[in-house]
């Protein structure tokens, strides 16, 4: 019996919950890829967001563009050089939502 109840709480508890798209232009996606040699680190922090629409074929997509690029070096966890902050503004990829499901343009 108490799987039961706990099977069907979770259940209306999974329907309860609202979609939420993915490709919305109130959000700033970040990413940040470092390289390693030996005790140096190179980082490079990328902010990405859906900033206007371009029609392709009859469809209407979203653009992700690169908005800001930073860089940094570390030896042994301590900072010994910051880039500047570079603002790029440029479309990074096309994508358009329908039903759930997130299409790229490639």
Request: avoid cysteine; aromatic fraction near 10%.
């Amino acid at each position: 019996m108490k799987k039961l109840l706990l099977l069907v709480s979770l259940i209306i508890s999974l329907a309860a919950q609202a979609y939420e798209p993915l490709i919305r232009e109130d959000r700033v996606w970040e990413y940040i890829s470092s390289n390693q040699v030996w005790d140096m680190h190179d980082h490079t922090l990328s902010t990405f967001q859906f900033d206007g629409t371009q029609e392709v074929n009859g469809k209407t997509y979203h653009q992700l563009k690169l908005k800001t690029v930073t860089s940094w070096e570390m030896e042994a966890y301590d900072i010994i050089e910051i880039g500047e902050k570079h603002t790029v503004d440029s479309v990074e990829a096309l994508l358009r939502e329908e039903g759930g499901v997130v299409y790229m343009l490639v």
